[in-house]
């Protein structure tokens, strides 16, 4: 059964300071992962989209990097700020003929002064 | 803003009612997709549309149905509605019929629907 799973449930961090969230996944066969950040009560907006052969990618203070071969994915927030505040969603597309989306539950991240 | 529009913003209705929801995908978009987010829960994938023919389904009650018209906007049916259907229903678009294409999917600001 395809699954995708976040690490830590929840987090919460002074402003400032960095951290990382992580999904694994046991998608097969693979595409590509995604990461979103969705603020309470609004829609996902995407932060990064990594395919098989790609290992890191930055969006800004975000970079997310990708081992395709322990099927694990994490995302970096650099000198977080109050506006990181969110859910952080990890997605991964199969690459079956009959593709779809499986959603891990989310880091509900918190950044505090 | 995604450049997706979802109508109407908030709903409330009783048990047994029917509603109809709205999307508009971004100019260009081709596919639409259809998400359901109860509360503290995470997203739900429903429905995918692609140049109005059904593309994917997931996990999508039957008492829910959706379809594409040809101007492309997309319509969520959900009926004999039970108060565990309130949730946050999310329509998003992307320009390409498989998610097996890295594209972006663009998320609209969803419509919150009360079932009382």
């Known amino acids: 059964k395809n699954q995708v799973e976040q690490s830590p449930q929840s987090l919460i961090i002074l402003e400032g300071k960095n951290c990382t969230l992580q999904?694994?996944?046991?998608?097969?066969?693979?595409?590509?992962l995604r990461w979103y950040k969705q603020d309470t009560g609004r829609g996902p907006v995407s932060l990064t989209i990594?395919?098989?052969?790609?290992n890191t990618k930055s969006n800004g203070r975000y970079t997310a990097t990708l081992d395709a071969d322990t099927k694990q994915s994490s995302l970096h927030i650099t000198a977080s700020q109050l506006s990181d505040s969110a859910s952080y969603i990890c997605?991964?597309?199969?690459?079956?003929?009959?593709?779809?989306?499986?959603f891990g539950t989310g880091t509900r991240l918190q950044v505090t002064l | 803003d995604s450049g997706v529009t979802q109508t109407p913003k908030h709903l409330i209705t009783a048990t047994g009612q029917r509603v109809t929801l709205r999307c508009s995908p971004r100019?260009?978009?081709?596919?639409v997709y259809w998400y359901q987010q109860s509360l503290d829960q995470g997203l739900q994938f429903l429905i995918q549309?692609?140049?109005?023919?059904?593309?994917a389904k997931g996990n999508i009650l039957e008492r829910f149905s959706a379809q594409q018209f040809p101007d492309l906007h997309s319509e969520l049916n959900l009926s004999s509605l039970e108060l565990g259907d309130s949730a946050l229903y999310f329509c998003?678009?992307?320009?390409?019929?498989?998610?097996?294409?890295?594209?972006?999917?663009?998320f609209g600001p969803g419509t919150r629907l009360t079932v009382l």
């Open positions: 100019s260009g978009d081709l596919s």
């Open positions: 999904c694994n996944y046991t998608v097969s066969p693979f595409s590509n």
């Open positions: 998003a678009s992307s320009a390409y019929s498989d998610s097996r294409h890295a594209d972006t999917q663009y």
């Open positions: 990594m395919t098989f052969s790609e």
């Open positions: 997605v991964v597309s199969g690459a079956g003929t009959a593709s779809k989306l499986t």
């Open positions: 549309y692609y140049n109005g023919e059904e593309r």
